[in-house]
Every structure is written in C-alpha cells, then in structure tokens.
C-alpha cells in the first residue's frame, strides 16, 4: 500500500502533462481534416457545381433520418439567384413538395459553397445517385445527378 502511494507522489505529474497536451493532438487533427476528392462538376443553369463527400462513411443517423454530409463548390454562377436547394441520395430526385416538409437536405452555407445533411438510405446501393435540385427566385427548378463512387456503395 505504502509502495503505491510512494509510485503515485512520484509519477503524478507525468499523467497532468500528458492531460495538458491531449487538447493540443485533438486540436491539430480538427484543424487539418482530410476529405475524398471532388466528385466531378456539372453545368447546372447558370451554375457549375462539384460535390465533395465529407467522408467516405456510410450514411447516419441524424434527427430520425438517415443523411450523408456533403460540401458543394459553386465554381460558376451567383449563390444569391438560388431561392431554395436540396440534396438526395436514391434511385430518383424526390419531389420539392416532399423536401420542403423537413430540415434535412437544404443546402446551407456561403457564396464560397454549401454544406448539405443529403438524404439518404441506410443502405447505399449502385442504383442510387446523388441528386441536387434547385429552385430560382424565377421558379425555374433545376435537377442534376452524379453517379456513386464504389467507395461509397455497401455490397449486397
């Protein structure tokens, strides 16, 4: 008993150091992400836009639905002319009646690009693509896709 207490008084303040130097590692690892390539862009309208898939995980769980994070680069065009985006991953675009219902999928950002939770599957299979619909103040709607990367797809 009196060992430990003497191996406790003696190494104490190496465990306080390693306490003050943890924030630091977990500070440089936020502050340097790594993220897949930029899918390729695509001419939308007035806009060219090249989507970036945060990670290469798969869909989670987020306010009961299944969504993937996305970043959208706005290479051509003016954010501002965009009244309302959404983004989705399925078979097919769903419809804007049915996006506009809840939170998930909106675009959200600045003129620099747009973050978007993509709704998602729990399962992302090679049938589905990644969907962006827009909608100008106009009331022009513009739909695109991209193909999913392999990467990204969960065998059957």
Request: charged content about 15%.
């Given at each position: 008993?009196?060992?430990s207490k003497?191996?406790w008084?003696?190494?104490?303040?190496?465990?306080?150091?390693?306490?003050?130097?943890?924030?630091?590692?977990?500070?440089?690892?936020?502050?340097t992400p790594e993220?897949?390539?930029?899918w390729?862009?695509?001419q939308?309208?007035q806009?060219?836009?090249?989507?970036?898939?945060?990670?290469?995980k798969?869909?989670?769980?987020?306010?009961?639905e299944?969504?993937?994070?996305?970043?959208l680069?706005?290479?051509?065009?003016d954010i501002?002319a965009?009244?309302?985006?959404?983004?989705?991953?399925?078979?097919?675009?769903?419809?804007?009646?049915?996006?506009?219902?809840g939170?998930?999928?909106?675009l959200?950002?600045?003129?620099?690009?747009?973050?978007?939770?993509?709704?998602?599957p729990?399962?992302?299979?090679?049938t589905?693509?990644?969907?962006?619909?827009?909608?100008t103040?106009?009331?022009?709607?513009l739909t695109?896709?991209?193909?999913?990367?392999?990467?990204?797809?969960?065998?059957?």
């Open positions: 008993m009196v060992q003497v191996f008084q003696q190494h104490k303040f190496k465990l306080n150091g390693l306490v003050l130097l943890l924030p630091l590692w977990f500070l440089y690892d936020s502050l993220f897949p390539p930029a390729p862009a695509q939308l309208g806009f060219e836009i090249a989507p970036i898939p945060l990670d290469l798969p869909p989670y769980a987020h306010h009961d299944y969504v993937k994070d996305f970043y680069s706005f290479t051509q065009g501002a965009i009244r309302q985006g959404y983004l989705n991953i399925g078979p097919a675009p769903l419809p804007l009646a049915e996006l506009q219902q939170e998930e999928g909106i959200h950002g600045s003129r620099h690009g747009q973050h978007v939770h993509a709704i998602a729990p399962q992302l299979t090679a589905d693509k990644v969907w962006l619909t827009l909608q103040w106009q009331g022009e709607l695109t896709s991209w193909q999913l990367p392999d990467e990204l797809v969960q065998p059957q």
